[in-house]
């Protein structure tokens, strides 16, 4: 069964700060690893989607890495923001299930 | 389009209670599934269906949750008799293919007391 950890749980950063969260998982026969942010109270938001073929995806300040024969994932948030605070969640997919298995997520906060 | 789209937003209910939850999938999306967040157990997927069949329902945690997807526009998640420990955010996604983003809902926070 596939177990996905994320960390660190949370993190308080100074605004402007480069950043990487990171993730790891144990059964590398994956499809895809898929980064979301969830702000309090709502629903989750996609940021990146990686392939298992795939080694990186970007997508504006946010960088994601895969690496599957270690079973790790990052992501990479330059000069972060007041705005990027919430929590980010890592959750793959794979071993014959199309249902995504969820990291506990970190916890992260930019002073302004 | 309005995306996945979940209600009620928010469900209070008594201990023994029937409750549904709703959710209509992004149009085209063949793949639907529902997840229950906790604070102790934080996302879980409970069930998924595939052009409207469901495919595993492992993630069930008893025989008093069901779901059905009648048709590839909507799903139901129901709970009877509702326990107290089935209070939770209850989400709903949907995506097309295999490799593709799962896109949530807004979630509906169930509170059973």
């Known amino acids: 069964k596939q177990e996905v950890t994320q960390i660190p749980a949370a993190l308080s950063v100074p605004e402007g700060e480069n950043l990487v969260l990171n993730c790891s998982f144990t059964?590398?026969?994956?499809?895809?690893l898929q980064w979301f942010r969830q702000d309090p109270g709502k629903g989750l938001t996609s940021l990146l989607l990686?392939?298992?073929?795939?080694r990186e995806q970007t997508s504006g300040r946010l960088n994601a890495s895969l690496d599957k024969s270690s079973g790790r994932s990052t992501l990479y948030i330059a000069a972060s923001q007041p705005g990027d605070s919430a929590t980010y969640l890592c959750?793959?997919?794979?071993?014959?299930?199309?249902?995504?298995?969820f990291g506990k997520g970190t916890h992260l906060i930019i002073q302004p | 389009d309005a995306g996945v789209i979940q209600s009620p937003r928010h469900e209070v209910t008594e201990m023994g209670q029937e409750v549904t939850l709703r959710c209509k999938p992004i149009?085209?999306?063949?793949?639907l599934f529902w997840y229950r967040q906790t604070m102790m157990r934080g996302l879980e997927l409970l069930i998924y269906?595939?052009?409207?069949?469901?495919?595993?329902d492992s993630g069930m945690p008893e025989d008093r949750f069901s779901a059905k997807m009648p048709n590839a526009s909507f799903s139901t998640l129901k709970i009877q008799p509702s326990e107290p420990r089935d209070s939770a955010v209850y989400f709903c996604?949907?995506?097309?293919?295999?490799?593709?983003?799962?896109?949530f809902g807004q979630g509906t926070r169930l509170t059973v007391v």
């Open positions: 990686i392939q298992s073929s795939q």
């Open positions: 996604a949907s995506k097309i293919g295999r490799n593709t983003e799962a896109f």
């Open positions: 149009s085209g999306h063949n793949s």
């Open positions: 269906f595939n052009n409207n069949v469901p495919i595993d």
């Open positions: 059964d590398s026969a994956i499809y895809n």
């Open positions: 959750a793959s997919s794979g071993g014959g299930a199309d249902g995504l298995t």
